[in-house]
């Protein structure tokens, strides 16, 4: 199966079990814009937990607050959003499709560096054993032919997106013969900037009504309540405000499922610190926000970080955290060095000082800026697709799995009466009784026990306990763990403290600290 049949079995497969839903999909739904069904939004809500906690709880120095999405319309004015929050878009007069011009070059790039882990495999195979990659990469002409059309591009559309030049943004496209997906052809049209926030009209009547926009990232929230949490927190830099919320971006081109959408949420956290310690503060947000992604199992070589050749017009250094989707190394997360560019602005749009009593130096400043920056949607896609595995069994069957950390599952246990009659089923509906107080518990009694875990795998439920005929003699139920379908019997009595720990958010933190 290709990745690409995976992640269409993927999606399928998040409809089917009630994870996500195109959005109004009675009339045909609206592009880029999805609702998280009856699992999905559990498993949302514990990606957020894990978020949340490991800022708030597990750090002393930050808090959490909850903004508004509408804001004063000069927040964006100060932000820089209204003039420069654009992506570059080019159409092909063809197909009539939409496509950011980067977008295009950014595919290309990696189409360059397929091309050289092809050429890598192919020689592998030539050289056998005594195949040396790294030597390889620096020798071999054809390798380092490409490596360096790849570099000199990468290079131009970061010059090319610094000055703002379209007109060279469009060349390149021309001079690397990139075609559209759709069309084949290369009949473009001019590059031409298309500002991404939505806006609507507040107050009742539109004449004479303010412009407002919806909110493009959550962070400006943070920025203007900067003063109102740092006095009345009583917080000493360097110290961290946290916040979840939902943001809206007119992309050009909605893609790829929850990767790209229109309505998203986000889950941000900006760190306050001294001028000339940002740096210092960078580095230590990578390691802090990878060991959080590696923490959740799902191999260390499927991260990468990315870092920035062309920084927004608030940074001094920005890198992207990658995950390897079934569509290749993509961005999941931003860690950006924002310098003291939006308090400054807004101390300079708003007229009032933001400013920082510093009791250690004795020095007033306007604070400098570490972001961390996650789509909580994104991460969501990023576990599902860690987690969606199709099985073969030993019997010849396929399971299709979902392995999520067992903290993150949205259904921590199953209890299944072996049959319903008996009794089994009073005594298995008295156990979920006891478990709903701690866990998101499901009973089911319906089919066969072995349709019923294979129910349990598709939804991804860590563990299945079974009550059956010697659980009336001895009290004791089977529990079957959902990625080893080892199963044993323990007693009932056990049963909550045994799913309690191994369930937990805390085996996930404990890796953090
Ligand atoms: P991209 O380059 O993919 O457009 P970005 O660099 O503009 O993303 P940021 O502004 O750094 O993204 O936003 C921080 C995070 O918010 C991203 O890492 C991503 O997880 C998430 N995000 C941004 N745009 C979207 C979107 N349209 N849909 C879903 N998540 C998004």
Request: charged share 30%; aromatic share 12%; net charge negative.
């Amino acid at each position: 199966m290709t990745q690409e049949e995976l992640f269409k079995k993927l999606i399928a497969h998040c409809k089917e079990y009630g994870f996500i839903f195109p959005s109004s999909e009675i009339y045909d739904g609206l592009s880029a814009v999805y609702d998280y069904g009856q699992l999905g939004v559990e498993l949302k809500n514990n990606i957020k937990t894990y978020w949340w906690d490991s800022m708030t709880k597990l750090h002393d120095n930050i808090v959490g607050i909850d903004a508004a999405i509408f804001m004063h319309p000069k927040v964006w004015e100060a932000s820089g959003h209204v003039g420069a929050f654009n992506d570059p878009l080019i159409d092909n007069k063809d197909s009539k499709k939409r496509y950011r011009a980067d977008v295009l070059i950014e595919d290309w790039i990696a189409k360059q560096d397929e091309k050289i882990e092809k050429e890598c495999t192919k020689a592998a195979k030539r050289f056998g054993e005594s195949f040396n990659k790294e030597m390889f990469l620096q020798t071999n002409g054809r390798v380092l032919e490409i490596a360096a059309k790849r570099d000199e591009v990468n290079k131009r559309m970061a010059d090319a997106l610094n000055a703002n030049d379209l007109v060279e943004l469009r060349q390149i496209i021309i001079d690397c013969e990139i075609v559209c997906p759709i069309s084949g052809s290369r009949n473009w049209t001019e590059v031409r900037q298309f500002n991404l926030m939505f806006s609507t009209q507040m107050g009742s009547v539109a004449e004479g009504a303010n412009t407002v926009y919806l909110r493009p990232e959550t962070a400006q929230g943070i920025f203007v309540n900067f003063l109102n949490v740092q006095k009345t927190g009583r917080m000493k830099i360097p110290f961290g405000i946290a916040q979840i919320g939902k943001a809206f971006r007119n992309e050009i081109v909605a893609r790829q499922f929850i990767f790209r959408m229109r309505e998203f949420e986000q889950m941000e956290m900006q760190f306050f610190v001294r001028p000339g310690e940002e740096m210092m503060w960078w580095n230590k947000w990578k390691e802090t926000r990878m060991s959080w992604h590696r923490a959740l199992g799902f191999g260390d070589d499927n991260y990468r970080f990315h870092d920035h050749e062309k920084l927004a017009h608030y940074a001094n250094a920005a890198t992207d955290v990658e995950y390897n989707f079934p569509f290749g190394f993509k961005e999941v997360e931003g860690i950006h060095s924002r310098t003291d560019y939006d308090l400054g602005r807004h101390q300079q749009y708003s007229g009032k000082k933001i400013q920082y009593f510093d009791p250690e130096t004795g020095e007033s400043y306007v604070p400098y800026v570490v972001e961390t920056s996650i789509g909580v949607d994104r991460m969501t896609l990023q576990v599902l697709s860690a987690a969606y595995k199709e099985e073969q069994l030993e019997n010849g069957e396929t399971r299709t799995v979902l392995s999520f950390p067992a903290p993150l599952a949205p259904v921590k246990v199953a209890v299944l009466p072996l049959v319903k009659k008996d009794g089994l089923q009073e005594i298995a509906m008295d156990l979920v009784h006891k478990l709903k107080f701690s866990h998101n518990v499901q009973y089911d009694e319906k089919d066969s026990i072995g349709k019923r875990y294979r129910r349990q795998d598709a939804i991804g439920t860590p563990f299945c306990v079974t009550v059956d005929h010697q659980t009336k003699e001895d009290g004791t139920v089977t529990i079957r763990e959902r990625d080893t379908m080892k199963q044993w019997r323990v007693s009932i009595s056990e049963l909550e403290a045994i799913v309690a720990e191994k369930v937990s958010m805390r085996q996930l933190f404990e890796k953090l600290v």
